[in-house]
């Protein structure tokens, strides 16, 4: 429910906007794996889902009155979908310390209802689509120096079809608005790692990252996005370093310190699409979001049933940016979200 500022200052109501969505799922399931040898085996699965959603958004308030239309406005929709995924996962164990592995799988996500502003007209969709991925992987896991070193790589590819957006949209002396969307089709590749090495008993350093390479392979002209546009805020570099030292106390008490140290590459924010000179919809000029880094410290003493921790977030009070959206203003005029700040604190835990 949006109340705006007259109501709250004792008088009318201009507006009044609700949505009650309700979404109910039933699903089923099946994974088996069979063994031809010990060396090879072969995983299979399979879910079927039905999903059903009905959406009833009551708009009210003086700003209908004004504008000639009644008071309340009831808009209801309803929406029924099926889906079924699967997945094929082969893995050979090259030896007791190394498998090779591979996966083909099929994802889904359900669309559901937008929710509006009154003066929208009926051209502007009321529901969007879901939309659906194939996924590949191929990847490597292993242990070295006498299972000091740990290694896990893998490559993948996911195409993406209807791919859901977030579309803007501008209407002739209105402020501009947000729904969703289906573009066209996407594609997702890159490689991911996983490297944790522990030197001496105790003290561990791990890294992880990725390299991401995500973009529309059509058009979606609604959205403002083109073929081989990027796709939103996803970094084509991406990496963190941990390491953590953990040692007897006294007691039955550990003690431990650690750090972690990531990097968010640069990103591109959603797509936007504002009127052209012909009145048509064109892409939006998308900013480059800037890398930036953060470090987190943390020590602490546990046992089985305590942990006593302090922690530092974002040391370095770095403002990355993590979101931003353009609200139809000059000069990359808008919104913005940062990283959260720096934050110190302290944490009981007890298990039980």
């Known amino acids: 429910m949006y109340a705006p500022l007259p109501e709250a200052l004792g008088g009318p109501s201009l507006e009044n906007l609700s949505l009650d969505a309700l979404y109910r799922e039933w699903a089923g399931f099946a994974e088996v794996t069979y063994h031809f040898s010990p060396q090879f085996d072969l995983g299979l699965g399979g879910r079927w889902s039905e999903n059903k959603q009905s959406a009833t958004q009551v708009t009210s308030g003086a700003l209908l009155t004004l504008t000639g239309q009644a008071s309340p406005q009831v808009v209801s929709g309803d929406s029924t979908d099926t889906d079924w995924t699967y ?26 209802p937008n929710d509006l502003p ?12 879901p939309d659906k991925t194939t996924n590949y992987e191929v990847g490597v896991r292993t242990d070295l120096l006498d299972k000091r070193l740990s290694v896990d790589v893998a490559a993948f590819l996911v195409d993406w079809t209807k791919i859901q957006l977030f579309q803007e949209v501008l209407l002739p002396g209105q402020p501009p608005f947000g729904i969703n969307a289906n573009g066209g089709n996407a594609r997702s590749k890159g490689v991911e790692w996983t490297f944790g090495y522990t030197p001496v008993t105790g003290l ?17 002209p609604a959205a403002g996005g083109n073929d081989g546009d990027p796709l939103p805020y996803v970094p084509k570099w991406s990496t963190s370093l941990d390491g953590a030292y953990t040692w007897r106390a006294f007691s039955d008490f550990n003690a431990f310190a650690g750090a972690t140290w990531s990097y968010t590459g640069s990103r591109f924010n959603d797509f936007s699409s504002i009127p052209g000179a012909t009145g048509a919809l064109e892409p939006e000029p998308r900013p480059d979001l800037a890398s930036y880094n953060t470090v987190n410290l943390r020590a602490g003493l546990e046992n089985g049933r305590w942990t006593f921790e302090l922690y530092g977030k974002n040391v370095g009070d770095t403002r990355g940016i993590t979101y931003y959206v353009n609200n139809s203003t000059p000069n990359y005029g808008g919104a913005l979200g940062y990283v959260q700040p720096r934050t110190l604190g302290a944490l009981v835990t007890a298990r039980f």
């Open 87 to 112: 997945s094929i996962a082969p893995r050979w164990h090259v030896s007791s310390d190394t498998m090779v592995y591979g996966r083909i799988a099929t994802g889904y996500r359900p669309g559901g």
């Open 118 to 129: 009154p003066s929208a007209p009926s051209s502007i969709q009321r529901q969007y689509q």
């Open 204 to 220: 561990t350093f791990t890294l992880v990252g990725a390299y991401v390479d995500a973009y529309l392979t059509s058009p979606a």
